[in-house]
């Protein structure tokens, strides 16, 4: 299979020149499904081992679309090894009827941010606890304000859904919000970003088929291949036995 973008880090490591100690790349996977949760990837990076994170970066990253099941599946471990934090966060077809999707999206996207915070500074926490720990350390946090660091946030696309979603009722009180900039294509160009699309992507196509091999009124719909979004077959199971709870009722699903 031919590839025809290759990631880098250019537009994290300027992000890390900005001053910004914390780096998430965001992708969402789902918007367009009939069936199922949306989700949203985020995959954290530590400005200062940016350089090192390039150099180590998986072999075959890429925009999830551009590649094979096979080889999502190939990089899912790796690429968890790889980013210093991740997280998928999702919504589920009842709150995007509820919600509609872009808020649906916001609010999928700071679960996952308010996970990778919690993780890595969790992590910071536990490290300040001796001497030696506390020097291994230093270059990591010597630019934060009172130990919490600037997070800086890629988001793919040409709208920020996360900035709107912060703050309202529905959203966790992620412990730093993030300066998100937008990308459009940046899961072709970012490797943060193509790093959280392929968790996110393989993450939900491995739970629509579990729901489709756990219980037989989802299996008719076909969501062990078609994973939710509108094949003629899922829409003809649609027609032919209405949706179930699911479904995003709200929508036109034929």
Same mark, same amino acid.
């Given at each position: 299979?031919?590839?025809?973008? *290759?990631?880098?880090?250019?537009?994290?490591?300027?992000?890390?020149?900005?001053?910004?100690?914390? $780096?998430?790349?965001?992708?969402?996977?789902?918007?367009?499904?009939?069936?199922?949760?949306?989700?949203?990837?985020?995959? /954290?990076?530590?400005?200062?081992?940016?350089?090192?994170?390039?150099?180590?970066?998986?072999?075959?990253?890429?925009?999830?679309?551009?590649?094979?099941?096979?080889?999502?599946?190939?990089?899912?471990?790796?690429?968890?090894?790889?980013?210093?934090?991740?997280?998928?966060?999702?919504?589920?077809? #009842?709150? $995007?009827?509820?919600?509609?999707?872009?808020?649906?999206?916001?609010?999928?996207?700071?679960?996952?941010?308010?996970?990778?915070?919690?993780?890595?500074?969790? #992590?910071?926490?536990?490290?300040?606890?001796?001497?030696?720990?506390?020097?291994?350390?230093?270059?990591? *946090? /010597?630019?934060?304000?009172?130990?919490?660091?600037?997070?800086?946030?890629?988001?793919?696309?040409?709208?920020?859904?996360?900035?709107?979603?912060?703050?309202?009722?529905?959203?966790?009180?992620?412990? *730093?919000? #993030?300066?998100?900039?937008?990308?459009?294509?940046?899961?072709?160009?970012?490797?943060?970003?193509?790093?959280?699309?392929?968790?996110?992507? *393989?993450?939900?196509?491995?739970?629509?088929?579990?729901?489709?091999?756990? =219980?037989?009124?989802?299996?008719?719909?076909?969501? /062990?291949? =078609?994973?939710?979004?509108?094949?003629? /077959?899922?829409?003809?199971?649609?027609?032919?036995?209405?949706?179930?709870?699911?479904?995003?009722?709200?929508?036109?699903?034929?």
């Amino acid at each position: 299979m031919s590839i025809s973008a *290759v990631p880098t880090f250019d537009l994290e490591e300027s992000l890390a020149r900005e001053g910004y100690s914390v $780096i998430v790349g965001f992708d969402e996977v789902g918007r367009g499904s009939l069936a199922g949760p949306v989700m949203v990837g985020a995959a /954290a990076f530590l400005a200062q081992r940016l350089p090192q994170a390039a150099r180590d970066m998986p072999h075959y990253l890429a925009d999830s679309k551009m590649l094979t099941e096979r080889r999502r599946e190939a990089l899912y471990e790796p690429l968890q090894q790889w980013a210093d934090a991740w997280a998928v966060g999702a919504a589920t077809s #009842a709150e $995007i009827d509820e919600w509609g999707i872009s808020h649906a999206l916001g609010i999928a996207a700071l679960r996952a941010l308010d996970a990778v915070e919690r993780t890595l500074f969790g #992590a910071f926490a536990d490290a300040a606890g001796t001497p030696t720990q506390q020097a291994e350390q230093t270059t990591l *946090v /010597a630019d934060w304000d009172a130990h919490m660091p600037r997070v800086g946030a890629i988001l793919d696309g040409p709208s920020d859904y996360i900035t709107k979603a912060l703050g309202t009722f529905e959203a966790p009180a992620v412990p *730093v919000p #993030a300066h998100v900039v937008t990308q459009v294509k940046g899961d072709q160009h970012c490797g943060s970003v193509a790093c959280a699309a392929v968790l996110a992507k *393989v993450t939900r196509d491995r739970l629509m088929t579990q729901l489709a091999d756990s =219980n037989p009124d989802y299996a008719r719909y076909g969501w /062990a291949h =078609n994973k939710g979004y509108g094949s003629p /077959a899922h829409k003809a199971a649609i027609a032919q036995y209405g949706p179930c709870d699911e479904h995003r009722t709200s929508w036109k699903l034929l």
